[in-house]
């Protein structure tokens, strides 16, 4: 089933313009398709937005493209698998950056382990969205298959109940939106960070560290279905341990003098710490 789109600005339904492949609704807001090959649903404002500097952008792609985080991406497809063998699914990921996760959500899904489960990955239709324009843009570069949006998350650019899947991977959970555009018993896979996730690292920055109970906190009208730690270690440079870290949200904690301090030194047996929880919408 198709996708009904909905106008960010008034909320009206969205129509295809057949040749722009753009969107417009009734009270003539558009929304067009960007040379590059996205679709722009970003309100005009100053500036460009949250964006990471070309080198930052370079070092994540070459630390996620070297496999490192693997072991997440393998758990992600262990809970949407069985999703699968009940059906095709309309796929949301927010917060997309460059489409790491989304690429290879969908290439593990197409492993021939996956297919000796009668999972077929072509049920797995897949919009992702950002607000880094720079990170779309790669992210359209790279992959042909998914359907990928510029625009924030204050007001999503879908009717109700649009998705059977939504995906946020090391980004909170904030605000209604998600669970508006869910529908009724559909799920959210949500990767967040464990207690550990580079404890050597901020126990460099950091004194007295003091480990917390692992917790996800997830709204209200949503039911865990199955959680899964991933926890692994690895041999760090401090150029992928810095570059792990400004994955994080805490990253803007992180100074320069921090950051020299970091770049110190290397780190053995880096402790990566994620945790992988799919949730169902039940009201």
């Known amino acids: 089933m198709a996708i009904q789109y909905q106008c960010p600005v008034c909320q009206q339904a969205l129509h295809t313009h057949k040749e722009s492949s753009g969107f417009y609704c009734d009270n003539k807001h558009r929304f067009d398709r960007h040379e590059n090959g996205y679709w722009v649903f970003a309100l005009p404002k100053k500036g460009k937005g949250k964006q990471d500097s070309r080198q930052l952008m370079r070092a994540k792609r070459h630390l996620l493209t070297s496999g490192l985080l693997s072991p997440v991406v393998d758990a992600m497809a262990t809970c949407v698998s069985p999703l699968l063998l009940q059906g095709s699914l309309q796929q949301l990921t927010l917060n997309c950056g460059e489409g790491y996760f989304v690429r290879q959500l969908a290439h593990s899904l197409a492993s021939p382990e996956m297919q000796a489960l009668n999972v077929q990955n072509h049920g797995l239709q897949q919009t992702a969205m950002s607000e880094a324009e720079n990170a779309v843009f790669a992210a359209v570069k790279s992959d042909t298959d998914a359907f990928y949006l510029l625009g924030g998350d204050k007001r999503l650019p879908f009717a109700d109940e649009s998705f059977d899947l939504i995906t946020l991977v090391n980004t909170a959970l904030k605000g209604k939106e998600s669970l508006r555009v869910l529908k009724s018993q559909g799920h959210l896979l ?22 917390k109970a692992m917790q996800v906190d997830l709204p209200s009208g949503l039911e865990v279905v199955t959680q899964q730690r991933v926890l692994f270690q690895h041999d760090a440079s401090s150029e992928t341990a810095l570059t792990l870290l400004e994955m994080t949200p805490y990253a803007w904690r992180v100074n320069d003098k921090m950051k020299r301090q970091l770049m110190s030194q290397a780190y053995a047996g880096l402790e990566l710490d994620f945790v992988v929880t799919l949730a169902k919408k039940v009201s």
């Open 190 to 211: 949500y990767v967040s960070f464990g207690p550990r996730h580079l404890w050597q690292v901020k126990s460099v920055l950091y004194a007295d560290m003091a480990e």
